[in-house]
T-cell receptor, first 111, second 111 residues
Framework: GQNIDQPTEMTATEGAIVQINCTYQ??????LFWYQQHAGEAPTFLSY????GLEEKGRFSSFLSRSKGYSYLLLKELQMKDSASYLCAAPFGSGYNKLIFGAGTRLAVHP | DTAVSQTPKYLVTQMGNDKSIKCEQNLGHDTMYWYKQDSKKFLKIMFSYNNKELIINETVPNRFSPKSPDKAHLNLHINSLELGDSAVYFCASSRRGYEQYFGPGTRLTVT
């Protein structure tokens, strides 16, 4: 089966660092995606991890531990525009096309 | 130079009606998808086509029928609309197995 869990809501202060966790249980592992979705808009791709370790991309980094079934998204130097939902997703099936999404973590950044 | 576009953006209709949503991508991708995002913001895959062939067909009422006339287009037709069909429907596209790019969404309201 497939199960992806992430916290429902988080709050943080502008300029701070926040870590959004995601745990998954899958019958086969094909990597992990992170997407950002602002209210009323489409999800946009942030990162994809298939190997263990940290991948850094500007202010955003994503970490994966396959043995622990765990990933996190790290957001540094938070800005007000980072207030959004962050969706963890894992691909399944032939060709890894079937993306199963977590329920999303709604992040609110305050001044 | 929109990457993935959907029409209409908003759709308000009465129960029992039949409606269609259209999607087009100009990214040269070979795989397209339909997702449903309900009021709790949970994003769930409905269908996926690869090179006009249906490859993912989740447990969706058969009132929903996708159609892909070519690799760049994927339409969704919904018969006998019900209140529970009210949601935001997102189209997406990708190269098979890679990150997906989402359209702006169609907000469907059934009254």
């Amino acid at each position: 089966g497939q199960n992806i869990d992430q916290p429902t809501e988080m709050t943080a202060t502008e300029g701070a660092i926040v870590q959004i966790n995601c745990t998954y249980q899958t019958s086969g592992f094909n990597g992990l995606f992170w997407y950002q979705q602002h209210a009323g808009e489409a999800p946009t791709f942030l990162s994809y991890n298939v190997l263990d370790g940290l991948e850094e991309k500007g202010r955003f980094s994503s970490f994966l531990s396959r043995s622990k079934g765990y990933s996190y998204l790290l957001l540094k130097e938070l800005q007000m525009k980072d207030s959004a939902s962050y969706l963890c997703a894992a691909p399944f099936g032939s060709g890894y096309n079937k993306l199963i999404f977590g329920a999303g973590t709604r992040l609110a950044v305050h001044p | 130079d929109t990457a993935v576009s959907q029409t209409p953006k908003y759709l308000v209709t009465q129960m029992g009606n039949d409606k269609s949503i259209k999607c087009e991508q100009n990214l040269g991708h070979d795989t397209m998808y339909w997702y449903k995002q309900d009021s709790k913001k949970f994003l769930k895959i409905m269908f996926s086509y690869n090179n006009k062939e249906l490859i993912i067909n989740e447990t969706v009422p058969n009132r929903f029928s996708p159609k892909s006339p070519d690799k760049a287009h994927l339409n969704l037709h919904i018969n006998s609309l019900e209140l529970g069909d009210s949601a935001v429907y997102f189209c997406a596209s990708s190269r098979r197995g890679y990150e997906q790019y989402f359209g702006p969404g169609t907000r469907l309201t059934v009254t």
